[in-house]
């Protein structure tokens, strides 16, 4: 996530209610919304809010939504407003996650930042960390297992635009060691190290970028990345630049009609991937990638990214 000045909110076409659906209209508001240069949109009490750093920018959103007329928006009801500068706490609910036959569950406060439990892009990462997990262990590794311990759990995890850290905090609590949550958004980042203090979770949140801890030569087991897809389509060779060879991926953000471009993207970089478990919730998907050899080591990234 990054932090905006401005914030323009919008009824999305056809909902109602406090908790509107990502599969719903609002599919196509969303992305065009990224079209028009949005650094970040999120749902609060039943509306859309999308985030721009600047109220030209803003401005120049909503009157093109005006112009293109887009479902049912009225544009007229389109509020443009700065952000408060001053940290506010919201609870935003229970976050949860099945492991090991045990629901765990823990409580979750968003400081003007993305990222709640609820959320289906989220649940859908969830859903597929268990997975993660259990796939790792399932690779024999001697330097990090024993035959009395048995085989470990990632000793490195990478969250990637934690939020609110939830991933993260998931993460550690079914046993993933070393998890390491990053953001750019320093609200974020204070926000996910109160939500890891308050629920007794111990991650390493920073603001570093995903692309100095690969210039810095980080490597780690599992590498989370719950975001959209013009943001995969920056991050891809850095992501998988950051996983270990026999590592995993867990990826989220995108609609199942864009999976097809999703993998491609994973495909074209450096290193052998394969899709190993995949989960779909209304129109979104997610991806679970083992990472089957890395030889470059390094981003091999793309022109303009």
Known sequence: MVAVSWIVRITPPGEHGPQPQLDSPSIGLTSLLWDLGTTGIAEVDGLLVAGFDSRTEAEHAVAELAALEVGAVDTSQMTIEPVDPTPWRSPVGTAAINWNGERIEFPLTADGVFGHGQHVTTVIALDLLPDALRHRTSQPDTARATAATGPAVPVSTLDIGTGTGVLAIAAAKTGAAAVTAIDIDPLAVACAADNAKATETTITVTDETAESLADGGHRFDLVMANVLLP???????????????????????????????????????????????????????????????????????????
């Open 231 to 305: 943001t995969h389509r920056i991050l891809a060779d850095t992501v998988v630049a950051l996983t270990d060879a026999g590592g995993l991926v867990l990826l989220s953000g995108y609609l199942i009609e864009q999976i097809d471009e999703l993998l491609d993207l994973y495909r074209a970089t450096a290193a052998a991937v394969e899709p190993i478990v995949c989960s779909y919730r209304g129109q979104w998907a997610g991806h679970l990638l083992r990472v089957t050899a890395n030889p470059a080591g390094t981003a091999n990234r793309r022109a303009g990214c």
